[in-house]
């Protein structure tokens, strides 16, 4: 049910690949709430998914960015502010890839040339997004940007490889540059640590479905889904949440805040 928290509000989506993912639900939430948005991914990405739908469905412009090319980042945001008429609202970073992950290289024996790339696409397109925005002055005061993360930034999980590297360098950057942004127009910085959901690009890590499994069951309230994941980023992205910012923010049904769940055990 729509209440209207994103009235009037002015947001760029990224990282919308088909209907799974959790990007793609979160875009449908913010016009459903009211706002009006920009959808963006990259090229390739682009030609694999299908995003055009969700343009269709929502009413939005795409407009095609690579996050690791400054370049387009700059296109992107001057022409995301001239297309919904202002400043922006809200910013959402939903953007991970691994090549070593993909092609199952163990984390004993990782390329380190694609270890760099994993970075530069799933953490440091974060900052490079958020330093392209500061320096356009594109965001409204009391804005809000929120990154998509996950647990391994915290604790080890074996297969997820140098992602959780990748995690963790992107929850320090919403810390270290959130301040910064609130210095200069109160926008707050935040990361969302979401449960195992069943995206398409989640489902390619080795033994997933086992995974989510043991979560959804390690979990007092079973693994978030999708769905809640975007109602909380409607809430990050409302004016209900001002006062948040350089947080972390868990949102996986209590488990990570479980040491041992009797569920797991069949007690």
């Given amino acids: 049910m729509a209440n209207n928290l994103l009235q009037g509000k002015r947001g760029v989506i990224s990282g919308a690949l088909d209907e799974n993912s959790i990007a793609w639900k979160i875009a449908e939430r913010c016009v459903e709430e009211g706002a009006t ?50 400043p922006l609202d809200f910013v959402l970073h939903s953007i991970g890839m691994s090549l070593n992950v993909r092609k199952k290289k163990d984390y004993t024996d990782l390329n380190y040339e694609w270890m760099q ?25 009391w804005g809000s940007i ?20 990748s995690k963790a360098l992107l929850e320090s950057f919403a810390r270290s540059f ?27 890590v080795k033994g997933f479905g086992d995974f989510f499994d043991y979560a959804d069951k390690m979990s007092p309230l079973g693994n978030a889904s999708a769905d809640a994941c ?10 209900l949440t001002k006062m948040v910012t350089m947080q972390n923010l868990y949102h996986d049904g209590g488990f990570s805040s479980m040491g041992m769940n009797p569920a797991i055990l069949g007690l």
Wanted: glycine share 6%.
């Fill in 146 to 165: 929120v990154g998509l993360s996950y647990i391994a930034a915290q604790r080890t999980f074996p297969d997820y490889s140098e992602m959780a590297e």
């Fill in 178 to 204: 959130g301040y910064h942004w609130a210095m200069k127009k109160h926008v707050r910085v935040n990361t969302i640590s979401q449960s195992p959901t069943k995206t398409t690009a989640g489902s390619g």
């Fill in 37 to 86: 948005i920009v959808l963006t991914n990259a090229p390739v990405a682009m030609r694999m998914g299908e995003i055009n739908q969700l343009a269709e469905k929502t009413n939005a412009q795409i407009i095609p960015a690579d996050a690791t090319d400054m370049n387009d980042l700059e296109n992107l945001f001057g022409k995301s502010v001239e297309i919904l008429g202002g």
């Fill in 230 to 239: 975007a109602d909380y980023c409607i809430a990050m992205f409302s004016d």
């Fill in 117 to 141: 790339k994993s970075f530069d696409i799933s953490a440091i397109s974060f900052h490079r997004m958020m330093q392209t925005l500061y320096k356009l002055d594109a965001m409204n005061d």
